[in-house]
């Protein structure tokens, strides 16, 4: 079965702090892995799109790694701020069909003054 | 650059009644998809559609109906609402196949 799990649920730091989420998958077969900003009350905002091929990449303050041996990837936020505090969901897409894609339930973020 | 605009933000129905949710893109991209987010699950695909005239059925397609007259323009119908369909609904779309995906700001569904 298809299926995105990230780690932890919910995690609080304070500001200025770096911070790393987990996402592991269980998807086949893979196409891209996305990680996403939910601010409450708002839409999924696009951070990055990684292929197979793509190790690392970043965008601003964020950092996301894949291992598509291990099945893993991480999101690194360096020197968080206060609008950091968000969800972030690891997204998984397939090539099967029109672009499947599996959602994880998110790391909810808090970053505290 | 309004993006995906979704409408209404938030609605209450009650068991029975029938409503669209309108969603609107002014990116002229050809697919476009609506999820359910609903707490302790990720998001779930309802319909999508890969252009104007073409619609299709998602992992949890049923009591809604979709329609694409317009590259911009694709509603979900509620047919006839059930209080498990109190959810947050989110519109989706995407330039082509495997490519980023912008998202409406959702709607707010609570059915009594």
């Known amino acids: 079965k298809n299926q995105v799990e990230q780690s932890p649920q919910s995690l609080i730091i304070l500001e200025g702090k770096n911070c790393t989420l987990q996402?592991?998958?269980?998807?086949?077969?893979?196409?891209?892995l996305r990680w996403y900003k939910q601010d409450t009350g708002r839409g999924p905002v696009s951070l990055t799109i990684?292929?197979?091929?793509?190790n690392t990449k970043s965008n601003g303050r964020y950092t996301a790694t894949l291992d598509a041996d291990t099945k893993q990837s991480s999101l690194h936020i360096t020197a968080s701020q206060l609008s950091d505090s968000a969800s972030y969901i690891c997204?998984?897409?397939?090539?099967?069909?029109?672009?499947?894609?599996?959602f994880g339930t998110g790391t909810r973020l808090l970053v505290s003054p | 650059n309004a993006g995906v605009t979704q409408t209404p933000k938030f609605q209450v129905l009650k068991t029975g009644q029938s409503m669209t949710l309108q969603c609107a893109q002014d990116?002229?991209?050809?697919?476009m998809s609506w999820y359910r987010q609903d707490p302790g699950m990720g998001l779930r695909l309802i319909h999508y559609?890969?252009?104007?005239?073409?619609?299709d059925q998602g992992e949890v397609p049923n009591g809604y109906n979709v329609s694409r007259s317009t590259t911009e323009d694709f509603p979900l119908r509620l047919l006839s609402a059930a209080p498990s369909q109190t959810s947050v609904y989110f519109c989706?779309?995407?330039?082509?196949?495997?490519?980023?995906?912008?998202f409406g700001q959702g709607t707010r569904l609570t059915v009594v």
């Open positions: 997204v998984v897409s397939t090539t099967l069909g029109f672009q499947k894609l599996v």
């Open positions: 996402c592991n998958y269980t998807v086949s077969p893979f196409s891209n």
């Open positions: 990684m292929t197979f091929s793509e």
């Open positions: 990116m002229n991209h050809e697919y």
């Open positions: 559609s890969v252009g104007a005239g073409i619609t």
């Open positions: 989706a779309s995407n330039p082509g196949i495997n490519t980023e995906a912008f």
